[in-house]
């Protein structure tokens, strides 16, 4: 009887323990992000400019950019490029780098579809100035036959040969190079040799045809997405709420390997954030149909084989000493 109540009262305790831990997520979370218009970081001001970058850049990636797109979210951007110089942030950085060169990446294209916008050029040019010479970014052309052998050479060949691809050939993955990529990702670091990550490939058209109508970020190019993976991880694989990250780093893990490992074998992918809200991942699941409910999905990759010839986005990384930091002490 003694042991019945001190199980209880323990378990009672763990339950308290971990609302407090999510609840100094949530506070700490509501804090820091930069929707919070308190939050003046550097980094919160580079992530802005860094996203919003990024959704130019993935229009120009596509098999067939659109004739002007993307005016609005410019106009965004220069905003907060002006923002960044008023707060006294340096226009070297990187990401405010890879803005500038991809705006002009962007007044080139459109040029050659026949499309112009005076106002956009004007405003580009008050920040030429801040360009440097070293720096290169943009959309890159490039062949299947170029990516199969750099993904065979040494690893900093191979590693560096892999980038986020929005444009596949038709045919749908087989299921035995999916298998051969999985089978090898199973190497990958997990915690505690729990094994909690799960791959979800998805072969009938309908399946795929939902999933890429509610997944965030594929705009443009869901029409050459034939397949889609579910990567989730196992909630039940873990315990206290010491551990209430760990699906998310566990499976973050196994996908960056995955990819990786599609790569080796001749597939390309981009992988495709999971906005955690309830009512949406419920859809998601409805969908799969065979997600259990102790597993959450993390993320989802579009997947497909290279075209002979394509092109992708190559944004610039942030300088190394922005990344790694060094301590004497």
Request: charged residues 25%.
């Amino acid at each position: 009887m003694f042991s019945k109540v001190r199980s209880f009262i323990k378990i009672r305790l763990d339950r308290i323990k971990m609302f407090g831990e999510f609840y100094n997520d949530y506070r700490h979370y509501k804090k820091w992000n930069y929707h919070n218009p308190k939050v003046k970081t550097r980094a919160a001001q580079e992530s802005k400019i860094l996203r919003q970058t990024h959704m130019i850049e993935k229009g120009m990636s596509l098999s067939k950019p659109r004739k002007g797109f993307g005016q609005a979210k410019i106009a965004e951007l220069f905003e907060m490029l002006d923002g960044y110089l008023k707060l006294g942030f340096s226009p070297s950085a990187i990401p405010f780098q890879n803005a500038v060169i991809a705006l002009n990446e962007y007044v080139i294209m459109q040029k050659n579809m026949g499309y112009e916008n005076s106002e956009l050029n004007e405003k580009l040019s008050n920040y030429q100035k801040y360009l440097e010479v070293n720096n290169s970014a943009g959309i890159i052309k490039d062949t299947k036959q170029n990516i199969e052998e750099q993904a065979h050479k040494e690893y900093p060949v191979f590693f560096n040969s892999r980038h986020s691809m929005r444009q596949f050939r038709p045919e749908k993955v087989k299921t035995e190079d999916i298998k051969a990529a999985v089978c090898l990702v199973q190497k990958a670091p997990t915690a505690c040799n729990r094994q909690a990550s799960r791959v979800y490939f998805y072969k009938d058209e309908k399946t795929n045809c939902a999933l890429g109508e509610l997944i965030s970020g594929n705009t443009g190019f869901d029409g050459e997405v034939n397949n889609y993976l579910v990567i989730t991880a196992d909630v039940s694989a873990f315990y206290d709420s010491f551990e209430r990250n760990q699906i998310y780093v566990e499976a973050g893990i196994f996908a960056m390997a995955l990819v990786e490992a599609m790569h080796y074998y001749g597939i390309g992918s981009c992988v495709l954030q999971n906005g955690e809200y309830k009512k949406k991942n419920k859809k998601f699941k409805k969908i799969c149909g065979n997600i259990p409910e102790n597993e959450r999905i993390i993320l989802f990759a579009a997947v497909g084989y290279y075209k002979d010839e394509f092109t992708y986005a190559a944004s610039m990384r942030k300088n190394i000493d922005d990344v790694l930091i060094i301590s004497e002490n």
